[in-house]
């Protein structure tokens, strides 16, 4: 009687975990402008509610449970403690993660912040010595996955299998290390882009409607700012990208003329007082931005302490009026003459991305390649 009872609960047992699912499509960011609360975002199997445990070595410092029936979660958590490794778990319905860590941001320590750009079109680089950096979080210049349709359906702007299949290629990174990206023409893209622009549809959905439902970014998603005042950083992030199509089926980005709303935000938060550097991110061709208008960008760009772009397959530098403009992608491209910049003091066929590291006295910006070699140095001083 006693081997039944036994068999049952092993039974019970097996059949519970055999139910049981993993969630294993974890993503993190900060979706205010400071850092007061990180974001831990899952897809689950099936739609249910959203609960997240988070400790701090083995003590439990926050718990919730929202109750809510959907499959893409976005949990806000307190992160109260500089220089803390905290431990999470996500669970929904049957389903849970195993537990995961990531660390807040630094206090004592320099600040380090890997950017890089065009992951789409190289979602199989090998990101190790990224991961040996340790950046605090990565941030890019757009075009993070190759399309939205390839890897779900033509036209659907709801389409998020592109960043899932992203997510499902680097869980370790998105798991571990916060996540701010920025927008490319990619990002938007709905449809094959053709010969010309279609008569009958637009081929990018400017709105950027699947990138603002998956990531939980600060303010309009779609351009964002992320201010850390005790580092002395912020970073704005802008929807820039293929402006000679603007006003067509090809458009791709938010209007950026000189009434529009993006170039007024951009505008506003770069003539604020404050007291650090800032630097700029965007998708779009540096020279050009710069002469949008007989030049209403180029004023306000060179207010940023550095100006980064993933707009070409290379890595390209220019200093201009003493701002760096630099130009970082994943992918090692062709180098366009008519795209590169008329005052670059390189312009080179290399996959690259760029640590930056705030110091007490300096913003240092790295340009290395895949391999952590450093390709060259650029030192901002306050």
């Known amino acids: 009687m006693r081997n039944l009872f036994l068999l049952t609960l092993i039974l019970i047992a097996s059949c519970t975990t055999k139910n049981r699912q993993t969630i294993d499509h974890i993503w993190l960011s900060y979706n205010k402008s400071r850092p007061t609360d990180l974001v831990i975002n899952w897809e689950s199997d099936k739609p249910g509610e959203s609960k997240v445990l988070l400790y701090k070595g083995d003590r439990k410092v926050f718990s919730t449970t929202v109750n ?22 996500v669970m929904t319905g049957r389903s849970e993660s195993d537990w995961y860590s990531f ?54 702007k709801h389409c998020i299998n592109s960043y899932l299949r ?10 571990h290390i916060p996540f701010m990206p920025a927008l490319g023409n990619h990002d938007h893209q709905l449809y094959p882009r053709g010969p010309k622009p279609p008569a009958d549809h637009m081929v990018y959905d400017t709105s950027a409607t699947a990138f603002r439902e998956f990531f939980e970014l600060p303010c309009d998603e ?21 402006i000679h199509d603007y006003g067509n089926n090809w458009q791709t980005c938010h209007a950026y003329h000189k009434d529009s709303p993006q170039y007024k935000w951009y505008t506003d938060k770069i003539s604020d007082n404050f007291d650090g550097y800032t630097v700029t991110l965007m998708n779009a061709n540096n020279p050009d931005m ?11 760009l060179k207010k940023s302490s550095l100006v980064i772009t993933g707009s070409g397959y290379y890595a390209e530098k220019a200093i201009i009026d003493s701002v760096p403009f630099l130009n970082t992608s994943l992918v090692a491209g062709d180098v366009w003459p008519d795209a590169i910049d008329p005052k670059a003091e390189y ?6 991305y760029i640590l930056l590291t705030v110091t007490d006295s300096a913003l240092i910006a790295d340009f290395k390649t895949i391999d952590g070699k450093l390709y060259d140095r650029t030192v901002i001083k306050k």
């Open 103 to 156: 660390r807040s941001l630094p206090q004592k320590d320099p600040l380090k912040i890997v950017v890089f750009a065009d992951w789409g079109y190289n979602d199989t680089v090998d990101l190790t010595n990224v991961y040996k950096e340790n950046p605090a979080f990565i941030a890019t210049c757009g075009d993070n996955v190759p399309d939205l349709f390839q890897f779900g359906t033509k036209g659907d």
């Open 347 to 352: 312009s080179k066929s290399i996959s690259t």
């Open 290 to 300: 710069r002469r949008v208008d007989k030049g209403i960008w180029s004023k306000y």
């Open 68 to 89: 809510e029936n959907v499959k893409i979660h976005h949990v806000e958590t307190p992160v109260l403690n500089a220089d803390t490794e905290y431990r999470y778990k």
């Open 166 to 175: 992203l997510v499902g290629l680097y869980p370790e990174l998105f798991r």
């Open 222 to 242: 779609w351009k964002w700012q992320f201010k850390l005042p005790e580092q002395k950083i912020r970073f704005l992030a802008l929807d820039l990208h293929h």
